[in-house]
Every structure is written in structure tokens, then in C-alpha cells.
């Protein structure tokens, strides 16, 4: 007896001619073989979202506990250390948020929202890092620094000032940037097919001529730093 419908085909479906007819679903064995692919493509991407949201929530937890101890250490050599397990935690996440990044940028995914979570969450810790990051630093000019400053002659420490200040502007446009491309990824998940979007479509536009030049200034600092 013929297959029937989509619940009824046989194990040996796969071996029929190629393109038979199903009468009651006018679907073929290629078509059905075709959708189980693709769903099956789908889950195996759902499992790896999945699966990079749990390592997201592990990282946070863990960079959570680390900024907590360093928060409330005084001990100097622990703080330090601490510090440096802080670095490498956020750098796990940065490499996850780059995954995010690529999923929420594909036509694939139709729901972006939980997408744009994660990164979002991920990009606070940044925020967070950033400010520990600058008290580093701050905390070895204090020590090191000063004593270095006062053997420089004016021009080596107008130089070292104007590094730091480019540093500093490389690291507060990469910030906009970031803020930017997450406003341009919302906004890009809002709009509707066949629906006048036009105020939307002209920021994103916008959105993309800021983030050119943002990037063309990055470029243009760090080369400044390095002459």
C-alpha cells in the first residue's frame, strides 16, 4: 500500500524513486527529506544558542564573584591576581558575544530578542571591567608612574600624556561603537516586511555612517600612538 500522509511513510522511503508523488500531502520523499534537514539544522543551531546562554550565565556568575572579592580585598597581592582571573573572564565573554554577534546578524534566527539579552548582559560586564581596568591603571601610574614622570623632560612626558589621552579616546569610541551596533541590531529585529519603515531605516543608515568613522578614528589614534 502507498504512504498516505507525512506520519505514515515507511522506513524505506528514502529508497523510493526520487520525487514520488504523496497523494494525500502532494509532497514528494526529496521535499520531506528537505524539511527534516532543515529542522534538523534548526535544533542543532537552538542547542548551541542554547548551550552558549548557559556558558554566558556560568561567566557572569563567575565574573560577579571575582569583582566581589576585589571589591573587598585590601591585601594588594590578591587584589592584583584577582584582577588578572577578572581579565580572563571577560575575555571568555567577549569570545561569546562575538558568537552572539554572528547569530543575531543571520536571517536565520527570527527572534533575536533573547539574542540581543545576552549581549546586552555581556556588555555591562565589559562596562564593569572597563572601570576596574582603569583603576589599574591609575593605580600603576601612582606607584610607577610618578616616580618615572618626575626623571622625564617635558617633551617624554608630554608625549606619555598624549598617549594615555589617545588611549582613552580609542577605548570611548570602541564603547560608542558597541552602543551603537546594539541600537542598530533592535532596530533591525523591529522592522516589519512591507511596512514603511523609513525613519528606521535612515538611523540604521546613520547608525552605519557613525560607526565608519568611529572606526576610521580608532585607526587613526592607535597610529598616532605608535609614531
Not at 556560568?58 to 571575582?66: H, K, L, R, S, T
Request: one cysteine or more; glycine letters at 2%.
Amino acid at each position: 500500500m502507498a504512504p498516505t500522509g507525512l506520519h505514515s511513510r515507511s522506513p524505506t522511503a528514502a529508497y523510493l524513486p526520487a520525487c514520488l508523488p504523496t497523494p494525500a500531502l502532494h509532497e514528494t520523499p526529496c521535499d520531506y527529506q528537505a524539511i527534516v534537514q532543515v529542522n534538523m539544522a534548526a535544533r542543532k543551531l537552538q542547542q548551541e544558542i542554547d548551550k552558549t546562554f548557559k556558558k554566558v550565565a556560568e561567566g557572569v556568575a563567575e565574573f560577579d564573584g571575582i569583582y566581589e572579592k576585589i571589591e573587598q580585598s585590601n591585601n594588594p597581592a590578591q587584589k592584583e591576581k584577582l584582577e588578572d582571573n577578572l581579565k580572563r573572564e571577560i575575555k571568555k565573554l567577549q569570545r561569546l558575544r562575538d558568537q552572539i554577534k554572528t547569530w543575531a546578524a543571520s536571517n536565520d534566527i527570527k527572534d533575536k530578542a533573547p539574542l540581543l539579552e545576552h549581549r546586552k548582559l555581556i556588555e555591562t560586564q565589559m562596562e564593569r571591567f572597563k572601570a576596574v581596568e582603569k583603576a589599574m591603571k591609575t593605580k600603576a601610574y601612582s606607584k610607577e608612574g610618578l616616580s618615572a614622570a618626575a626623571k622625564l623632560d617635558p617633551k617624554e612626558q608630554a608625549k606619555a600624556e598624549a598617549g594615555e589621552f589617545l588611549s582613552n579616546m580609542v577605548d570611548e569610541l570602541e564603547q560608542q561603537i558597541e552602543t551603537l551596533e546594539a541600537e542598530s541590531e533592535q532596530l533591525q529585529v523591529t522592522m516589519k516586511k512591507g511596512k514603511s519603515q523609513a525613519a528606521k531605516a535612515e538611523r540604521i543608515a546613520t547608525i552605519e555612517h557613525i560607526i565608519e568613522r568611529h572606526k576610521w578614528h580608532q585607526v587613526f589614534d592607535i597610529t598616532s600612538q605608535m609614531a
